[in-house]
Antibody, heavy 119, light 106 residues
């Protein structure tokens, strides 16, 4: 059974950095595509970043150049390094798996971790 | 970027009602569309993928249809567990969600 568990969220000042982690079980993180999706308080879902099994990465325009997605197959974990944080980055961050390679929906999700950017 | 527009934003319905939610894409996306259900404080859960494929374990009262730019999610007989927010998502080019449709008790 696929399980995902995010951690690393918290309160951070504008301009600061934070690293989110997603512990995976039931599969290996370098075998499938994985993503981060966020949801600002009371708002809808926003795709943030995706890493392909081959290592290619993609980012939303809103985080390009500030966020970096990566993984560690030895720990079976996915990461999101977030730098130069802004108030508008405040959200619950979910990690998710893609059903298949290529064009795909997100078929498994973690419970999310809350990031609050505020002074 | 492909924009996704859902209607209505809020829908009031009763148990047993037939409910339909519409999603429009700003350009043709073939059938690269998914529907998610989200309850307060919980992660989204996929219901439908490839516009009309029912996710394993999802009740058959949920169905999806459409292709190109117009899509619908139908709940044939609304159950108490179905009161939630529903999102469509395109995945033809990157990934974009609709703004959500909240289904509330009438």
């Amino acid at each position: 059974e696929v399980q995902l568990a995010e951690s690393g969220g918290g309160l951070i000042q504008p301009g600061g950095s934070l690293r989110l982690s997603c512990a995976a079980s039931g599969f290996t993180v370098n075998s499938i595509y994985m993503s981060w999706v966020r949801q600002a308080p009371g708002k809808g879902l926003e795709w943030v970043s995706t890493i392909y099994s081959g290592g290619t990465t993609y980012y939303a325009d809103s985080v390009e150049g500030r966020f970096t997605i990566s993984r560690d197959s030895s720990k079976n974990m996915l990461f999101l390094q977030m730098n130069s944080l802004r108030a508008e980055d405040t959200a619950v961050y979910y990690c998710a798996t893609l059903r298949s390679s290529g064009s795909s929906d997100f078929n498994s999700w973690g419970r999310g971790t809350l990031v609050t950017v505020s002074s | 970027d492909i924009q996704m527009t859902q209607s209505p934003s809020t829908l009031s319905a009763s148990v047993g009602d037939r409910v339909t939610i519409t999603c429009r894409a700003s350009e043709r996306i073939s059938n690269w569309l998914a529907w998610y259900q989200q309850k307060p404080g919980k992660a989204p859960k996929v219901l439908i993928y490839k516009a009309s494929s029912l996710e394993s374990g999802v009740p058959s009262r949920f169905s999806g249809s459409g292709s190109g730019t117009e899509f619908t999610l139908t709940i044939s007989s609304l159950q108490p567990d179905d009161f939630a927010t529903y999102y469509c998502q395109q995945y033809k080019n990157s990934w974009t969600f609709g703004q959500g449709t909240k289904v509330e008790i009438k």
